[in-house]
């Protein structure tokens, strides 16, 4: 003899078939319906949705609304986190900086070093060639 498998009772289909019969014209009830059925679940967001619909409806019994209650307190709560502070995109490096200010102390109408300084001073980035030079630059003053 055959058994059949003791079919699970779907409290969410229960309660969106009852919203259906009794608000046909409920696009927001169809949707969920229809996303119930292609997914075959919904957010959590959406069973609070459905539950204060279902609030309103009498036909719907109690116990199906409790058990939706029970499901929609047992799925977890998800949180934005806030999102990181915008990071510059430069970030001046205070080692280039120092050397341009020793090197134009010394000379300040060094005119490489000046236009180094100009690009330094506007953020933009120093080419890795260009940063050896500086430090050639400073290692000839000491």
């Known amino acids: 003899m055959i058994q059949k498998k003791k079919v699970d009772v779907d409290v969410i289909k229960d309660v969106l078939d009852a919203m259906l019969a009794a608000r046909p014209d409920s696009t927001f009830v169809k949707s969920l319906a229809f996303q119930y059925e292609e997914r075959g679940g919904l957010s959590k967001k959406q069973l609070e949705g459905l539950y204060q619909k279902a609030l309103k409806v009498e036909s719907v019994p109690e116990n199906k609304l409790a058990t939706l209650e029970a499901v929609i307190r047992k799925k977890p709560t ?65």
């Open 78 to 142: 998800k949180y934005k986190s806030a999102p990181p502070p915008p990071k510059p995109l430069y970030e001046k490096d205070e080692r280039v900086g120092q050397m341009i200010e020793g090197i134009l102390a010394k000379y300040p109408l060094h005119k490489r070093v000046i236009f180094f300084q100009n690009k330094y001073n506007n953020n933009e980035t120093l080419a890795p060639a260009e940063i050896t030079e500086l430090e050639k630059f400073n290692r000839m003053l000491k």
